[in-house]
């Protein structure tokens, strides 16, 4: 349960992607369902999406009672780097930070890692399948034009085509975080990923960053054999819930 309260906004994101009033809550409890519901009948939201902690089962099943369905589960890990230090490695493949211009490639490496990638908006069959892509290809693209969505964006490169990218974001003073990466399916395998992610954790060394935390999906197993090998831990993980809402002209809610 969340100490700070409800926290919920209108995604305007959201609602340009997929032409709907699409709304985010954080820190639901029993007692402020109402009050979220409530935000979501004056502003006509369509589509609620919130996060649950999983040990959070009296909201978790408050809100299975209210019509909200599960899309996808997150597992947070987190890795002390003054324990577990980025271990060296050889290889013909370069890790290198990304040079402005470089935006569109990633783009495409984006593109075609997460086509059909199954996070909660992929796994919500009422939204476009190509516009649930575009959710990881845009991320990927800002992330190279913004430091708002990432402070480093790494690229690996192999005989001068780029294959991978990861990037990365200095959350706090002592606190870094991978945040997103893809790799170009006919390269997967070859450690790419642990490359970029050792790289990302050397630029947290580089600036004294003592941890770096990463979450994914917890069914996206190949990441999490990766963190564990390098000395991540599990520590906490959420729920992600959608619920959809189909008003009637007079603000009440259609029947299903
Ligand atoms: C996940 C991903 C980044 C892994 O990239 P990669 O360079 O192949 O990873 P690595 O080579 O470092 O290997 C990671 C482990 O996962 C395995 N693996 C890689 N791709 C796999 C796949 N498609 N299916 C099953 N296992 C896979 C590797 O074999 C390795 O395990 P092993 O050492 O026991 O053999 C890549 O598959 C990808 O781009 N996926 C889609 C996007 C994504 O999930 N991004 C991460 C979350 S943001």
């Avoid at 996070?119 to 399948?129: C, F, M, P, Q, V």
């Avoid at 990218?165 to 870094?176: C, P």
Wanted: net charge negative.
């Amino acid at each position: 349960m969340s100490d700070e309260g409800l926290r919920i906004s209108l995604s305007r994101i959201d609602e340009e992607r997929f032409g709907i009033i699409t709304a985010k809550a954080e820190g639901l409890t029993v007692e402020n369902i109402p009050d979220a519901l409530k935000f979501c009948k004056n502003n006509m939201v369509r589509l609620l999406m919130t996060r649950c902690p999983t040990h959070d089962l009296s909201v978790v099943q408050e809100i299975e009672n209210g019509g909200f369905s599960l899309m996808d589960t997150l597992t947070y890990y987190s890795c002390n780097l003054r324990k577990n230090p980025p271990p060296g490695y050889t290889s013909e493949i370069q890790i290198r930070p990304f040079n402005p211009g470089e935006e569109d490639i990633v783009k495409a490496i984006a593109s075609e890692a997460f086509d059909g990638y199954l996070g909660h908006y992929h796994a919500d069959a009422r939204l476009e399948k190509a516009k649930c892509d575009e959710v990881y290809t845009d991320w990927a693209y800002k992330s190279c034009l913004s430091r708002e969505a990432a402070d480093e964006v790494f690229i690996a490169e192999m005989k001068g085509r780029v294959i991978g990218f990861g990037t990365v974001r200095a959350n706090s003073a002592d606190e870094g975080q991978y945040i997103l990466a893809g790799v170009l399916r006919s390269y997967q395998g070859l450690g790419v990923y642990r490359m970029i992610l050792v790289n990302c954790m050397k630029w947290c060394v580089q600036k004294d960053i003592g941890s770096i935390i990463t979450a994914t999906q917890v069914t996206n197993l190949p990441v999490q054999k990766v963190w564990i090998r390098l000395g991540f831990e599990p520590y906490c993980s959420y729920y992600t819930f959608h619920k959809w809402f189909d008003w009637s002209q007079d603000g009440s809610l259609k029947r299903p």
